[in-house]
């Protein structure tokens, strides 16, 4: 299966976050060329340094997971690339520039993007649905 993936995606299954954790293995399992805009690595950093200043990591685990994290095989493509069709996308939507420019590449890609982000899903049911409802190939 190829899916852009998004960066709560990725941070849940990570972190082994409880309402999510059955659904990630399943994607993670499942997804064989997953890729991503280049800025999910900073976000995913950003997301693990709040993990350690909530306690529910420590430093030492946050770098581990940021190497788990390189092992997931994650094409990174630039966001110079798709900025103009995310930024057009948020206007045109009213979700975030950055959550748009995973929606540009999932178009671009023609593949689906696999988020938890609600007002994602709503704003483009086409592309954009939770990892249980993308359909194997």
């Keep these: 299966m190829r899916a852009v993936v998004d960066t709560n995606v990725i941070a849940y299954f990570l972190l082994g976050t409880e309402d999510f954790r059955e659904e990630c293995e399943r ?79 999932a178009d671009r890609e023609a593949v689906p993007l696999a988020t938890f982000d609600e007002s994602v899903v709503r704003a483009f049911p086409r592309l954009a649905m939770r990892p249980r409802r993308i359909r194997l190939k």
């Design 27 to 105: 994607f993670w399992r499942e997804v064989h060329e997953p890729v991503a805009p280049a800025s999910w690595e900073a976000e995913l950093t950003n997301v693990l340094w709040m993990a350690t200043r909530k306690h529910i990591v420590d430093l030492p685990e946050a770098l581990h997971r940021l190497e788990l994290a390189k092992g997931l095989g994650i094409r990174s493509v630039a966001v110079s690339s798709l900025w103009g069709g995310a930024l057009a996308r948020a206007h045109a939507s009213g979700i975030a520039a950055y959550d748009a420019l995973f929606v540009e590449l």
